[in-house]
């Protein structure tokens, strides 16, 4: 079946560093969505991802598409402390299957 | 986007007792759809659920055991039967999907069986 693979499951920043979290599908996607939980909080939408190749662009947010449509990214400029949460992605394919990644847990040290 | 109320927000049960999640919908949503959380961990998709159809379960998970109602299209329900503490978890609701707008969620309940 699909796997979605996410990495890190952790990462711990200084406030003002970069940050990534990286999506990996076993199958290409029809799209893929991202959505930040904050802890003790339920899961809300950030962005989707259509086309092979995508970039977007939320303020300090950063989120890629890759050209397979089997990967993505997300990447954050210069980390606050209101960025804590966990990140997780989740990949759609023409089916209609939708997985969600591991995550990632974003702890920021100010 | 729409907005879905849950409750109960938490609850501790006692083993052998069932308890029903609900959330309702602020608008008429087709599909909703049930998780599982454990804490740190990722979503686990338990089943959808349509109006005026059975609810389609995933591997692992079956109806006698995760009842689903769908009486219309904004209202549905999730029961864990026969709880034992195994079933402690985060569940969530969500309605949406593949579109501008995501998947909405709940706020989830976080069940403690004892």
């Known amino acids: 079946g699909q796997q979605v693979m996410q990495i890190p499951q952790y990462q711990h920043v200084q406030e003002g560093e970069d940050f990534t979290t990286y999506c990996n599908s076993s199958?290409?996607?029809?799209?893929i969505q991202w959505y930040k939980q904050r802890p003790g909080g339920h899961p809300v939408f950030l962005i989707q991802l259509v086309k092979s190749g995508e970039v977007k662009k939320q303020k300090r947010l950063t989120f890629q598409f890759g050209e397979a449509k089997k990967n993505s990214s997300l990447h954050i400029t210069a980390t606050q402390t209101t960025d804590v949460g966990t990140y997780f992605c989740?990949?759609?394919?023409?089916?209609?299957?939708?997985?969600f990644g591991d995550g990632t847990t974003l702890t920021v040290k100010p | 986007s729409a907005v879905i109320s849950q409750k109960p927000s938490r609850d501790i049960c006692q083993r052998g007792t069932s308890l029903t999640i609900q959330c309702q919908v602020d608008s008429q949503v087709t599909m909703m759809f049930w998780y599982r959380q454990q804490p740190g961990q990722s979503l686990t998709l338990i089943a959808t659920?349509?109006?005026?159809?059975?609810?389609?379960?995933e591997s692992g998970f079956v109806i006698d055991k995760f009842p689903i109602s769908r009486p219309n299209l904004t209202f549905s329900t999730l029961t864990v039967s026969n709880m034992s503490p195994e079933d402690s978890s985060i569940y969530l609701c969500?309605?949406?999907?593949?579109?501008?707008?995501?998947?909405?969620f709940g706020s989830g309940t976080r069940l403690t069986v004892v």
């Open positions: 199958t290409t996607l029809s799209n």
């Open positions: 989740a990949g759609h394919t023409n089916a209609g299957k939708s997985t």
């Open positions: 659920a349509n109006q005026g159809s059975e609810a389609t379960y």
């Open positions: 969500s309605a949406g999907g593949q579109g501008t707008y995501g998947y909405t």
